[in-house]
């Protein structure tokens, strides 16, 4: 079961590790990338450009360390140890310009975030419009992100909040449980258990953040901008092969870095990811993977600045370049298959 860091927490350590100064990449062609969590299929298409060579033909020599629970990726950034890293939402690159890092996204390999709500069948919890004044129960890190968009969009109130565990007891005890989960995760674990859930993914509702961003340096963006280039585009082409192709080169590598990973929970993520278009919906549908737009990353700011998460005069821009990926696209928020008002269920 994926577990994060509070997003607050996160970016204090991302504010601490600056404190020191950025050490530049160990060699011309070398990037080290750092995740955001243990090895999964949410990140298969780095492991697929890895794995089938897709870097070294952009003549890049990578190395992926995982991140896990006691990995901090900006420390080990700040220390020079890794070049790039992953970030899980649009508040962490908007997090760095609020507090003046020199950080920025230069690609978003999900145009839609895979956070979910979830709830047994048959008791009427069907859409994010049911739930409200219903006891949800989610962690730290929700409450000060997708909470906000959910108490905006549906009115959603701080005393439906429930204490979340990162353990699926509760749910299974109770009928009427509704907590967070992610898309990959939580759904399969609970069919294991027998329980076919009501999955609510939030992008298919407006939830604007993208996922799974790469971030580099803004010294590595402006100095040596040919290796983001060239790092971007392998992994464009690496999502591509690993969810329209064969994703067997990039599993091997997964299951190498995490051996608890599951043939049958890779599959099941790359159905989802698939069914649910996280890397192919929206405007990636024909600016291909990784695209992102301003127009979406200032929806996502005004609505976070209406909620009281930034200053309204932040400038938001400097948490992302379009260099890389393209710009003048739709905004294309919840617009892929998979998606129909306010559930995300599948059809």
């Known amino acids: 079961m994926r577990r994060r860091l509070p997003l607050l927490l996160v970016a204090v350590f991302w504010l601490l590790a600056f404190a020191a ?21 949410e990140h298969g298409g780095f492991y697929q450009a890895l794995a089938t060579g897709l870097y070294a033909q952009n003549g890049l020599a990578v190395t992926i360390r995982q991140g896990g629970p006691q990995v901090n990726q900006a420390q080990l950034l700040a220390a020079g140890r890794i070049d790039a890293a992953m970030a899980p939402n649009s508040f ?40 409200r004044q219903k006891p949800i129960m989610i962690g730290a890190d929700t409450r000060v992100g997708s909470w906000l968009f959910l108490k905006q969009a549906f009115a959603y109130s701080d ?40 999955v609510m993914l939030l992008a298919d509702s407006g939830y604007a953040s993208y996922g799974a961003l790469v971030v580099f340096p803004q010294s590595t963006v402006d100095g040596r901008p040919d290796v983001v280039r060239r790092f971007v585009a392998a992994s464009k082409a690496g999502w ?35 069914r649910y278009q996280i890397v192919f919906g929206g405007d990636a549908a024909t600016a291909g993977p990784g695209v992102m737009s301003e127009a979406r990353w200032q929806t996502f700011f005004t609505t976070m600045a209406q909620a009281g998460v930034y200053p309204a005069d932040l400038d938001w821009r400097r948490a992302f370049t379009l260099a890389f990926v393209g710009a003048n696209v739709s905004t294309g928020v919840g617009k892929g298959a998979g998606s129909g008002g306010d559930s995300g269920r599948p059809q």
């Open 21 to 41: 100064t950025p050490a530049p990449l160990q060699a011309a062609d070398t990037v080290i990338f750092g995740t955001d969590w243990r090895a999964q299929a």
């Open 159 to 198: 005393a439906q909040i429930r204490p979340y565990t990162f353990s699926l007891a509760p749910f299974l005890r109770d009928k009427q449980a509704i907590q967070q989960g992610y898309l990959g995760s939580e759904p399969f674990l609970l069919r294991q258990q027998g329980v076919e859930p009501v």
């Open 240 to 274: 591509t092969s690993y969810l329209e192709g064969d994703p067997a080169p990039g599993n091997a590598l997964i299951k190498r870095d995490n051996p608890e990973m599951s043939d049958a929970l890779l599959a099941y993520a790359i159905d989802a990811m698939k």
């Open 92 to 131: 962490i690159p908007l997090n760095f310009a609020r507090q003046n890092i020199p950080l920025v996204a230069v690609a978003a390999f999900f145009q839609k975030d895979p956070a979910i709500l979830i709830a047994h069948p048959g008791q009427g919890n069907d859409h994010l419009a049911d739930l």
